[in-house]
């Protein structure tokens, strides 16, 4: 009997590790050096991204899709899946929050995905027509390459921990008039190191309209900061899901969207876009074996 019930436990367990990982066998990528080395993996990306269409490249593995950054954490931690595309900020955030979390630094078209600047460059969007690009590209231009990567820098230690007392910012505009108006700008809040959702307004958070005692930070938020002090306007910070981004500009619910959006050609069908504001190589986030 002992070894009957011994037997039936073992076999349940089984089952729940199965069902824990989808019933599948885990592919170990943390070797691979290309793209080309992910066959018979798992791979994800997030729903309507380039990411996700930048997967078509590789042969041989099977492709999935969440609709935002949570479920592709919680697909890899559960086994549901081997690895997904992420910018390298994003990877050095997610990384350095989870020990067993790690990722494959791949190289735009070397080692990495075939792709062009706008593909994996981010940009603010506005509506069809907005007069708004040809005054915010000026704005992006001037700065510089070494203040983007000073402030990444920042944000991803930021994003650690909120409370982290960053001190001043690489990049913050001594402008304080805001008679121009209000900036309405939509993101997802939830995608680090890019924006987040944070409960205090440390290291410059701004206060989530409509959600009052939340607030909004990363690097989408602060550079939206400086552009609407720069362009001499408040900023106001709304939450979209990522679905829900460019239908809230088209409708003019918002003035624009910062959200770690890529000017693709798709996309810019439905909406304008400035220059780009941040680019980064495209990497695969995984989890160790063990």
């Not at 494959?104 to 509506?127: H, M, R």
């Not at 005054?135 to 920042?154: D, F, G, W």
């Not at 290291?203 to 607030?215: D, F, H, L, P, Q």
């Amino acid at each position: 009997m002992k070894r009957i019930i011994s037997i039936l436990t073992i076999c349940v367990l089984l089952c729940a590790c199965l069902a824990s990982c989808g019933g599948r066998e885990k592919t170990d990528i943390s070797g691979a050096t290309k793209i080309a080395d992910l066959k018979g993996a798992t791979i994800a990306a997030q729903a309507d991204t380039f990411h996700l269409t930048a997967l078509g490249q590789i042969e041989g593995i099977t492709v999935k899709d969440y609709p935002d950054f949570t479920d592709l954490l919680n697909a890899l931690n559960s086994g549901a899946i081997d690895g997904y595309v992420a910018e390298e900020p994003t990877a050095l955030s997610v990384c350095a929050a989870d020990s067993t979390l790690k990722y494959l630094p791949f190289v735009n078209n070397s080692t990495g995905f075939t792709a062009t600047d706008a593909e994996t460059g981010i940009a603010v969007a506005f509506k069809t027509g907005s007069d708004m690009v040809a005054k915010v590209n000026p704005i992006i231009e001037s700065i510089s390459a070494e203040t983007r990567a000073a402030l990444m820098k920042q944000i991803v230690t930021m994003s650690e921990n909120e409370e982290t007392e960053i001190g001043e910012l690489a990049l913050k505009s001594d402008k304080t008039d805001t008679s121009n108006g209000t900036l309405k700008i939509a993101m997802e809040c939830a995608y680090k190191p890019f924006n987040w959702t944070q409960t205090t307004a440390a290291n410059g958070a701004v206060e989530i309209s409509g959600k009052s005692g939340m607030y909004a930070n990363g690097y989408d938020v602060q550079v939206a900061k400086y552009i609407a002090a720069e362009l001499g306007m408040k900023l106001e910070v709304y939450q979209y899901e990522w679905d829900s981004l460019l239908p809230a500009v088209q409708s003019g619910a918002v003035d624009g969207i910062i959200a770690g959006m890529s000017p693709t050609a798709e996309r810019e069908e439905e909406v304008d876009f400035t220059e780009c504001y941040y680019n980064s190589n495209l990497v695969i986030i995984y989890k160790t074996q063990g």
